[in-house]
């Protein structure tokens, strides 16, 4: 099997853009970004929280592109691992074990939310208006690649991020505790009796079963 | 664009601001706690970008992003099983039904 670079010899890319003059990657920050904003908004205000958890992902994997963009590869692959694959289907799954039999909702927002878009307006322009504003004089001109080795270095060389390292991971045993703790079902208050009955009545079977296998 | 801080630092506000609607104006609780990941997703783009333009702190600023990553995931761990275990007693995800949680 030839590889694919003999075949198709002269492909190399021109320098800029046809027709527009852009550098690719000015292009290709502006096409991640442009999905990443409107995926951000569609999870905001779509109807269907199926839908919106599914555009979530998406939005993760245009930000997982711009993190390549800025040079860090392993907070790409970090963020492909952690937030594309473990933190998304969390959030689908939760959706679906709280979803009522109604359907999709006739209100989605509060009826306060006008306010809400004030103040989020509020805090995007101050935060906007505050970062064109500020010089900052350790920024250099243009990006560095990433150097995972001096990262990895950092990580278990450096007291405060080994102390870092330990508390994160005492914190995620303890959530994984928790989660399973807020989760289950409440038993009897005799341990040594089976489940009675009556809770059998107070609540449908087949609701119960559902949450016990999402913790 | 792609090589000028302001532009990510930009992006971050940008996304920050959506996150921030989606929290104050959404009603269901699961909703709202993936516009909290949106948040945390903006803050850490703002930490990627700006140890992309500094050499100084390049390696501190992915340690940070992976580290506000794992804290983000056990927060979401914990918030979706009390998302579960309320919707469990009230039969629904929606915040403003939670009304008993006032007194």
Known sequence: MTPPGAL???????????FLNWAWDDLL?????????AAAIFVVVGRNIVRSGVAMM?????????YVLAGAVIVAAAQVLIYIGAISILI???????QSKSGPLTLVFHR??????????????????SVVNTVWPLAGEDRLWSATT??????????LYVIALQVVAVLLTAAVVGGVFLAKREDSNDPGEPAPAT????????SEAAPVESA | MSHSLDAYLVLSALLFGIGTFGFLARRNAIAMLMSIELMLNAVNLAAVAFGAFTPELQAHAALIALLVMAVAAAEATVGLAIVIAIYRNRRTPLVDEYSSMRE
Not at chain 1, 8 to 18: G, I, K, M, R
Not at chain 1, 29 to 37: D, H, T
Not at chain 1, 92 to 98: C, G, V
Request: contains cysteine; negative net charge; hydrophobic residues 70%.
């Open chain 1, 199 to 206: 809770l059998e009545r107070v609540r449908p079977p087949v």
């Open chain 1, 112 to 129: 306060q939310a006008w306010a809400g878009l004030l103040a989020a307006i509020g805090v995007a322009v101050l935060l906007i208006i």
């Open chain 1, 29 to 37: 920050f502006l096409l991640l970004a442009g999905i990443m904003l």
């Open chain 1, 92 to 98: 689908l799954f939760a959706i679906m074990l709280t």
């Open chain 1, 58 to 66: 998406l939005c993760f994997a245009a930000l997982a592109g711009i």
């Open chain 1, 150 to 159: 001096s990262v990895a270095m950092l990580l278990f060389n450096d007291a």
């Open chain 1, 8 to 18: 198709l010899p002269d492909l190399a890319l021109p320098p800029f853009v046809p």
